[in-house]
């Protein structure tokens, strides 16, 4: 099983960037599909999720209105649009895919992660 992110880039602030996840070695057209960031020196944090078929997502406070996940089954991929950028959003952005078909903010319960894309936001 393998995710591979892209999609990352540098952007100045107020910009936008979509990212894209696509999975490969099973299908997780069953699955919710997340969304983590990390910034260094700091933890890896939830970003967004989507549900298995795209009815539902979730988002952490900080980019409710900001950002948008959506999800393609057939391909079975993930996006996340990220939209008004700050520099507080430079990390490295994680794809990851749980078990369930809930969305959920929680770390734990994210089974397969990708290996990052980095995001740069410039003031």
């Known amino acids: 099983v393998q995710l591979a992110e892209s999609g990352g880039g540098l952007v100045q602030a107020g910009g936008s960037l979509k990212l894209s996840c696509a999975a490969s070695?099973?299908?997780?057209?069953?699955?919710?599909m997340g969304w983590f960031r990390q910034a260094p020196g700091k933890e890896r944090e939830f970003v967004a999720c989507?549900?298995?078929?795209?009815?539902?997502?979730y988002y952490a406070d900080f980019v409710k209105g900001r950002f948008t996940a959506s999800r393609d089954n057939a391909k079975n991929s993930v996006t996340l649009e990220m939209n008004s950028l700050k520099p507080e959003d430079t990390a490295v952005y994680y794809c990851?895919?749980?078990?369930?078909?809930?969305?959920?903010?929680?770390?734990?319960?994210?089974?397969?992660w990708g290996q990052g894309t980095q995001v740069t936001v410039s003031s």
């Open positions: 990851a895919v749980t078990h369930g078909w809930d969305t959920t903010p929680l770390t734990r319960a994210y089974k397969y």
């Open positions: 070695g099973r299908s997780f057209a069953d699955n919710t």
């Open positions: 989507i549900n298995w078929n795209g009815s539902d997502s």
